[in-house]
């Protein structure tokens, strides 16, 4: 059974940096990819950014692009998504998830069948 675990949200000012991680265990699928999305209330959840478990191939959303990075750390099956120069607009609840690699669809919540609980990001002055 997949499982994935995320950690580091809290609260940063605007112009600050967070590092958020995600530990999955229990895949067996080789062919697959992690991805972060967020959500906030009464919005769809967004895919963030998403790094292929095959090759590294990263993809994100524009309005991330130059200011987040997803990495990960193959030997411990972890992925991160380090956050620079947060943004107001940034705070949510920040979940990975994991599947197939779904190629150009990788933003898209509804081919993802396994979730972590989701991290906190809050960004105040």
């Known amino acids: 059974q997949v499982q994935l675990v995320e950690s580091g949200g809290g609260l940063v000012q605007p112009g600050g940096s967070l590092r958020l991680a995600c530990e999955v265990s229990?895949?067996?699928?080789?062919?697959?990819?992690t991805t972060w999305f967020r959500q906030v209330p009464g919005k769809e959840r967004e895919g963030v950014a998403c790094?292929?478990?095959?090759?590294?191939?990263?993809n994100y959303a524009d309005f991330v692009k130059g200011r987040f990075t997803i990495s990960r750390d193959s030997a411990k099956n972890m992925v991160f998504l380090q956050m620079n120069n947060l943004k107001p607009e940034d705070p949510a609840v920040y979940y990975c998830?994991?599947?197939?690699?779904?190629?150009?669809?990788?933003?898209?919540?509804?081919?993802?069948?396994?979730w972590g609980q989701g991290t906190q990001v809050t960004v105040s002055a």
């Open positions: 998830a994991f599947d197939f690699d779904v190629g150009s669809a990788w933003s898209r919540a509804e081919y993802y069948h396994h």
């Open positions: 229990g895949f067996t699928v080789s062919y697959s990819a």
């Open positions: 790094i292929s478990n095959v090759d590294g191939r990263t």
